[in-house]
């Protein structure tokens, strides 16, 4: 194989717990957006009841200034909570193998892979590629482990493979995605 197609990419997937709440932010960012303006409306809306003059009014407020509260507050909390309820299998040593045909994870424990064709999507987000599977983030790949060359054979890979569920690889009929990944000087 050439060096601009080193035919695959094992990668040492393991991380700490400060690395795993940075993956679960990351991963989980678009739902905590969400939540994070449901729970600035209920704020503002537990505000307006507040300012009511009777006792009903003041009431509402509160309950639903403490929702709105709460959803703001989960969205910061949660991850580090998530970390440390899955710290036995999160952090435990993992190795990671990219081939042009599946993507593979291996723990002392398990062995999950995926053909490409069930890859939906992949980004680069906070430091990681995220490889999807519908909407479920199912593997990440920390950049930082990953050298110049195999991240333009990765970058490459990902064009040409990840497809929308449902629709045909390239050059079969129909629309196929091209993954829109940045250059590493993102």
Do not use: C, K
């Not at 939540?35 to 704020?43: D, H, Q, W």
């Not at 006792?55 to 909570?81: A, D, E, W």
């Not at 479920?136 to 990953?146: F, H, K, S, T, Y």
């Amino acid at each position: 194989m050439s060096p601009a197609d080193p035919g695959a990419i094992v990668v040492d997937g393991s991380r700490d717990e400060a690395e795993q709440v940075r993956l679960l932010r990351v991963a989980f960012r678009p739902t905590a957006r969400v939540l994070r303006i449901a729970g600035a409306v209920f704020v503002v809306l537990g505000v307006l009841a507040l300012a009511a003059p009777d006792t009903l009014g003041y009431l509402v407020g509160l309950i639903v200034l403490g929702v709105g509260l709460g959803l703001v507050l989960r969205t910061f909390l949660s991850p580090r909570r998530a970390a440390r309820r899955y710290r036995r299998t999160a952090q435990l040593p993992r190795t990671i193998e990219v081939t042009p045909e599946f993507v593979r994870v291996t723990t002392p424990i398990t062995v999950m892979q995926w053909a490409w064709p069930a890859i939906t999507r992949a980004t680069v987000a906070g430091g990681f590629w995220l490889f999807y599977a519908n909407s479920v983030a199912v593997v990440a790949i920390p950049r930082d482990r990953l050298t110049e060359q195999q991240e333009a054979w990765l970058r490459d890979l990902v064009a040409r493979s990840v497809t929308p569920a449902g629709t045909p690889r390239s050059g079969e009929a129909g629309p196929s995605l091209r993954a829109s990944i940045p250059d590493r000087g993102e």
